[in-house]
C-alpha cells in the first residue's frame, strides 16, 4: 500500500483557512455577490396551489413592465402543478423591485385539484392520487436468518416494540440555491452555488442542448449545500433561459421561501421497530417496518418507494435474525434530495432509541449493552475512549431517577458512513521565483477542501500551507467530482500528493537538485530558468479508504414543568483516517452536533393539512440551532493514517439525535417517540399534557 | 432578539426616557428636535414611489444613490453599493448575516429603508480592517476556524465587533446573548465563542484530543 508520510511537518496540524481573510473581511465571492456587467435579477412565479391544472399563463404584462428584459415559462403553459412552489415561470428585471412587480403581474388560470400533504392521509386507500395511481410504493423487503421471526419474539427473554417517527428537514443552507448565468452567443458562463461545478455543467448543458465544452461553471465560494446542490435545478435552466432570453448575465437566487419548497429536504420516516434481546444481553432479532416521503420524487413503481425514502434499518446492529419492510409515501410536496448522511440519522434515532428501551428492559447499562452487541472495533474503542472523557459511569442513573423539577439525563449513540474517494485529477505549476499554484475541479462547501489542498502541496513540498496558491471551483481546471458523502477530501488529497510528486519528481530531475523540498526550494526552482514546471497527477490507490465509525455521548437537562430540553454537554468521537487538518475536522463535528441538536429538538416541515402549504416559511418558525443552544463540545479524533483519507462530513451529524432522545428518556423516564422533541411532546410523554397530533 | 433600533435621534426608547413623567414641554421640544432630523435627511412631501435621489455615508465615504423608498438598505449596499460583505439570508430580520453597524449600534440592514439610513454611519464588514490591518475579532475568527461556509461569518465578526466595542471583556454568557440574533447552518458556534473570547484577550480552552489509533488505549 502506497502510504503518507510517516513524520509529516503539514499533514495532521491544526491549519487555519487559506482563504480566511476573504470570508472574514467580505472580500470572498459567493454566487449570491457574483455581479457580471449588465447583470439582471431574476426571479421565479411558483405555483399556490399543492395540486392544479393550470390552463394559461399570460406572461405579457409582466414582459410591457418597466425594467423587464425576458420572460419565460418554467414547463409549458399548460400542465398540472403537483406541489406548493413548484415552477410556473421566471422574469429577468434591472432590479430585484422591478422583478418583483413583474412577477405579481403574470396571470395564471388554474382549476385546483385534490391533494395530500401528510403522510398518515396519503397512505390511505381514498386518499387524492398524487401521480397516477395509488400513493403508497411497493415494499421493499430483506431478510436475514430465521424467516419464521415471530416465533423468535414469543421465546425472547425482552421484547420492544414501538412506533418511532422523524419529521421532513430542509436544508435551508445559508446561502440559498441560485446561478449566475451568462449565455453568450454559443459560449455559456455560470457562476453556481453548488457541490457540484461539472454537475451543473452538464446539466445546462443538456438545458440549452449545448456541448459541455462550451459551458464554464464556477464556484469560488459558496454558501453551504449540506447535500441539496448538485445539479443546476430547474432555477439553473430558468436562468440560461432569460439570459438567452434578455441577451444578458442574469442572476437567479432562491428566496427562503422558495428554498423550503422546491429545492430538496430529508424525507420523513414512522418506523414500526420490535427489538428482541436474550437474557444475556444479545440481539436476538429484528422486525422493522418504515412508511417514508419523499414528496413528490417518489415512484410507487419502485419497491421501497425510491426517492430516498428508505433507511438504513436496524442500523448498525448485529441481530443475527431480521425482517424489513420500506414503503415510499407520495405526497403533494416538494422533491426530497440528498441531506448529510442520507437514510442515516433517522435509521439511528429509531434503532437507538429501541436499544435503549431494551437495555433498560434488560435492567442493564446502555452503554454496556452496545459494547455487547455493536461488533465495530472502532466504535468499540470510541465508545471506551469517549465513556471516559464523558465521565459515564459515574453520571449513569436510573432512568427518571433525577429527583426535582428539572431533571439531568445521559444517552450515546452511534454511527457508520462509507466515504472514500476516486478520480479525482489536478495540476501543479512551479514558477521560477518559487510560487506554486495548485489546480484542482473540487469546490469548497465550507468544509476546508481548498486549505486541505494547501495542507497536502505543502507536506509535498516542505513548504507551509499559505505558500501555496489553491485554484478550485472552475470547470476549466482538471476534473473532480461533486462533493458528497464525504468523499471530498479522500478523492483529491491523493490526486494532489501524486500531482505534486510528479512534479518534485520532474522539478529534481530537470535541475540536478537532488532533494527540493523545504529550504533547498528557492534556489531549486530558480534552475528552471525562464519555464515554468508543470505536472499532473490523479488519485491512486492506497492513499483513502472508506468505512467510518463514530459515537456520541450527550447530557440534557429537562425542564418537566415547561417541558423544555437543554443539550448540556455532548463528547463526539470520529474517525475518518488520516486527519488531515485536525481544527476544520473539528468545525465539522461541531456542526454536525449542532444540526443534529436541530434535528432532535427544532426541526419540522410543517404542511397545512387544509390549505397544502408549507406553514414554516422562514427562520422564525422553521427552527434551526442558533449560538445560544450550543452545549459544551469536547471531540476526540481518533487518528488512524494507516487507513488514508475517508471524511468526515456525514458521520458527524448521524448520532447527536439517537443519543440526544436517550438522554432526554433517561432523564424523564419516558421515551418522546417522534422528533422533534418538543416541550408539548415532552410534557405529554410526562402524562401532563394531553397527546397532540398534527392537524 | 438582537434590538433593532429606529435611527438614532429617533429612538424610542431615548425618546421616552427623555419624557420623564409629565415633561409635555420638553416632549414638543424633543418631537422638533426629531423633525428637524429627520428634514436633513429627507426633504419635506412624500418620496417615491419611483427613485428619488439617497445620499448614504458608508466606511466614511458619502455615496450617491437614485433608489426606490422601498428598497432596504441592505438592497442598497449589495445590489447598487455594491458591497456583498452583508449577505442575503432571510431577508426578513431573523439570521443576522446583513449585520451592518449603523452610528456604531448594530442593525439588520434587511429590516432597514435605504431611505432611513440617511445621515448615520453605516459601517459593513468591508470598513473594519484599515490598510489591510484585519481587526483582533477578525483575526480571532480565523485562528479559531469560527467559519465555515463562511456566508454567516460577516455578520457574526459584525455581531462580535458590536459586543467588544461595549463591552471590552465578555463573558461566555454574554457572547451567547450578543450573538443570539444570528444563524449558522454550518454550525461553528463553539468556534464563534471562542474567537470572541480570543479577540478579547481571554483565554481559550482547547476541546480536541487527538488519538492515535496505534497509541494503547
Redesign the interface.
Known sequence: MAAWPDSPQSL?KPT??V????????????T??V?PDGWL?GMILRSKWPAAKVTKIDLSKAQAMPGVKAAVLAGGEQRTVRFYGQELAAVAAT???QALDAIRAIEVTAEPLPFVVKEDDAIKPDSPPVGDGPNLSQPKVDSKGDPNIDALFTSAAAVCEAELRTPVQLH?????HGNTVSVQGDHVVAWASTQGIFSVRDGLAGNLGMPQSNIQVICD????G?GAKFSPGVHGGLAAQLSKAAGAPVKL?L??LDEGLAVGNRPSSIQKLKFAAGADGKLIAADVENHGSPGISGSRKTAGGGGGADIALPYIYNFPNVHSQQFGVIMNTGPASAFRAPGHPPASFGTESMIDDLAVKLNMDPLQFRLLNDGNPTRQ?EY??GAE?FGWTAKYKKPGSDPGPIKTGIGCAGATWGGGGKGSEAQVQINPDATVEVRCGTQD????SRTVVAIVAAEAFGLRPDQIKVKIGDTNLPFSGGSGGSSTTASMSPAVWDTCQNALTALQTQTGVADARGAAWPDACKKLGINPLTAQGKWQEGFSSSGAGGVNFAEVEVDTETGHVRVKKVVAVH?CGL?IN???T???I??????GIGYALYEERIMDRQTGLLLNT???SYK???????P???????????RGVIGIGEPAVIPPAGAIANAVANAIGVRVHSLPITPAKVLAALGKVPNVTAV | MKPTPPSPGLDRRTFLKGLGTSAAVVAAAQGKAMADELNKATPPGPQGPGPVPITLSINGEKKQFTL?P??TLL?AL??FG???????????G??G?CSVLLNGKLIYACMKLAIDAQGHEIT???G??KNGQ?TPV?QA???C?A????????GF?MATTALLNSNPKPTEAE???A??G????????????KAALKASGQAVAE????????SV?
Do not use: W
Not at chain 1, 482563504?19 to 459567493?30: H, I, L, N, Q, R
Not at chain 1, 462547501?445 to 476546508?448: E, F, P, R, S, W
Open positions: 495532521g487555519s483557512r482563504d480566511g481573510v476573504a470570508k472574514v473581511t467580505g472580500a470572498a465571492k459567493y449570491y455577490d455581479q435579477y432590479t430585484k423591485q435551508h443552507a445559508l446561502e440559498t465560494h459558496m454558501g453551504g449540506f437566487m428566496t427562503r474503542r471506551k475512549e472523557k462547501l465550507g468544509t476546508g474517525d486527519i485536525p481544527l476544520a473539528t468545525s465539522q461541531n456542526g454536525g452536533v449542532m444540526c422562514n427562520f422564525d434551526i440551532t442558533n449560538i445560544a443552544d450550543c459544551e463540545i469536547e471531540v476526540i479524533l481518533i487518528n488512524m493514517p494507516e | 426606490e422601498r428598497v438592497d449589495r445590489n455594491p458591497l456583498t460583505g452583508a449577505k442575503e439570508v432571510c431577508d426578513r431573523m439570521c448575516a459593513t464588514v468591508e473594519l480592517a484585519l477578525q475568527f480565523i485562528d476556524d467559519l465555515m461556509c463562511g456566508f454567516c461569518t460577516p465578526v457572547i451567547r446573548t450573538c443570539s444570528n444563524l449558522c447552518r454550518c454550525g461553528t458556534y463553539p468556534h464563534v465563542i476541546t480536541t484530543t487527538v488519538i492515535n489509533h496505534g488505549a
